[in-house]
């Protein structure tokens, strides 16, 4: 089992910016990749970015690509999620993920989730 625990949301104001956290324990040897995922009020969830456990390949959704950017801390054993630029779309709670095996952009592909953090952004 691999347990995953997200911190750092909070309530900025559009054009602002918010660093999310990560943090995975349990048997994160069996780790290929860490999603991230949002979802708000009414919508489906959707992929946000994902980054293998290595830190070598990093994926973006088109609509935080160039405002978001994903890394792994290797000294915290955390995957980060860096969000700049925030628009009032990008309010939802988001959650990571983790995968074992071979994963695409689809919540499906991932095992593991954390309890989400509330993103809110204000115009």
């Known amino acids: 089992q691999v347990q995953l625990v997200e911190s750092g949301g909070g309530l900025v104001q559009a054009g602002g910016s918010l660093r999310l956290a990560c943090a995975a324990s349990?048997?994160?040897?069996?780790?290929?990749?860490v999603g991230w995922f949002r979802q708000a009020p009414g919508k489906e969830r959707e992929f946000v970015a994902s980054i293998r456990w290595s830190g070598s390949i990093t994926v973006y959704a088109d609509s935080v690509k160039g405002r978001f950017t994903t890394s792994r801390n290797f000294a915290k054993n955390t995957v980060d999620l860096q969000m700049n630029s925030l628009k009032p779309e990008d309010t939802a709670v988001y959650y990571c993920?983790?995968?074992?095996?071979?994963?695409?952009?689809?919540?499906?592909?991932?095992?593991?989730w954390g309890q989400g953090t509330q993103v809110t952004v204000s115009s």
């Open positions: 349990g048997r994160t040897f069996s780790v290929l990749g």
């Open positions: 993920a983790a995968s074992p095996r071979a994963y695409g952009r689809a919540p499906q592909g991932f095992d593991y």
